[in-house]
């Protein structure tokens, strides 16, 4: 198995609030991230399979980057990011970011999406990986 890492970067807005809480208790909870703020994100795509023996390449690599570009950095980049799950808000962390990206990439590449990892700050990053597919979850970005 080969692994190829493709690194991705954008700017974007968040705000981490749970639509549970008052607003007291968001501050207690998410600090100064309560209020709407915003990162340079740097995104690593990490896809998986056998080297094709007709391309020598285990993917190519601008189907890769228009599957980013399309299913993320044209939803997320330049925005405030808003997520929701079946019509609901969802807290905008980093962990719910990842695992949305996750979802969105992996109904373009399938199973050769093998990581994801996404780096928010030079003290912060987060990756995602599953075994087996995504199926029955509503994770999504409100657009």
């Known amino acids: 198995m080969v692994y190829l890492t493709k690194v991705f970067t954008f700017s974007a807005a968040h705000e981490m609030r749970s639509p549970s809480f008052t607003p007291e208790r968001n501050e207690e909870v998410f600090g100064k991230c309560s209020r709407l703020h915003g990162h340079n994100y740097r995104l690593e795509v990490t896809v998986q399979g056998e080297v094709d023996e007709s391309t020598g390449m285990v ?14 950095l044209a939803r997320l980049g330049g925005r405030e990011i808003v997520l929701a799950r079946g019509g609901a808000p969802r807290v905008v962390t980093a962990e719910n970011i990842m695992t949305t990206i996750w979802d969105r ?3 373009r590449l399938g199973a050769s999406l093998h990581r994801v990892r996404l780096v928010e ?19 999504g970005w409100k657009s």
């Open 105 to 107: 990439l992996r109904t």
């Open 59 to 72: 993917m190519d690599l601008p189907l890769l980057e228009t599957a980013v570009r399309e299913e993320v």
């Open 121 to 139: 700050t030079d003290k912060n990053s987060f990756e995602y990986s599953e075994q087996g597919p995504s199926e029955g979850r509503e994770r």
